[in-house]
């Protein structure tokens, strides 16, 4: 290979490391990139003069007249008429993103028995919500399923659109093959390209857990360092530091769900015993509190929770991240569990990592993987996340 082929993997790390683009990069990438640091501006900030772009990305006035004149005549941005004047001479006209003007198709696969999908604006607002149940569906007939789910979402969509984002359990890789998804019988699946090729779009498709990782940093506030914990039938997490999604050496950054934390435990789906699973899912929580009065549920929930703390410390003092998120049935997790969870992390953690962190419930509820599919489409076709 010549020094200046990049591979696939290689321009990824280059383009898209940090998912908030923050300065000016080499030139052959510079349209492309300066063109995201403008949307971002715009979709975090609001409605924004020409000048103050300027100031806020570096950009010369130039480059930012240039590009916005583009994004105009795309459709993507609006003059929005002239800011209420404090200074002297012409009054500067606003430009903002026109976040109604496009639609984002998003698929939610993490429930086992039912396929959950919206159609979003661009701001994340739902605009048409659909769901279909899997009926045991698996392999090429759920692929099957998705197509038909992915055509009826986007003729349900009132503008066009740019991109289908998808949640999956199970490892996927950045260009959205599914490595391994054993509970959906998928093996080396290049679910984004067989979807894209039959919808005539622009698919991607992340892990369950990442794309609430995302979904979190995007529309829901979330730190820059953190890690969403999500708890249903089984155990994920999606990590992003420093304001980028850590996908790890195999992609399967974040499965946390198998690490042993008991002993000699209760047998786990994976073949082992005492996994975080087998602790922490949402039934192996039902079947802890069944039958308990609220204070024995409690102390039990609260047990559950110190297990949870020690698993995480090594990982929240490695990363040092500021916030854990919680997204699973709050009546079990945001309680004594969360209390318990939060102060074994404090005493198992130096001040520098644990004084500041933050152990909370997640904010999008259970939108939070469609939100975080359509900000994978965000990103890819936009650059903003
Ligand atoms: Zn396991």
Redesign the pocket.
Known sequence: MSATTTTPRESRRALGAGLRATAKVLPEHARAHNRALLLQHLFHAGPTSRADLARATALTRVTVSDLVSVLLAEGLVEELGVRPGRRVGKPATLVGMRTDAYQVVAVDLSDEAVVRGAVLTLAGEVVVRRSLAVDERSGDDLVDLLTRFARRLLSAATRPVIGVGVGSPGVVDPWGRVVEAPNRAWSDLPLAALLSERLGLPVQVANDADTAALGEYTYGGAAGSMLVLTVGQGVGAGIVVDGARVHGAGDAAGEL????VVDDGEP???????????VLSAPALRRAVAGLDAAEADAALAAAGRVLGAALAPVVSALNLAEVLLCGPPELLDGALRRAATDTLRERTMPAVGAGLRLRMAALGGDVVLAGAAVLVLAAQLGIS
């Open positions: 769900g198998h690490v042993t786990c789906a994976c073949g082992r015993r005492g996994c975080l699973e087998t």
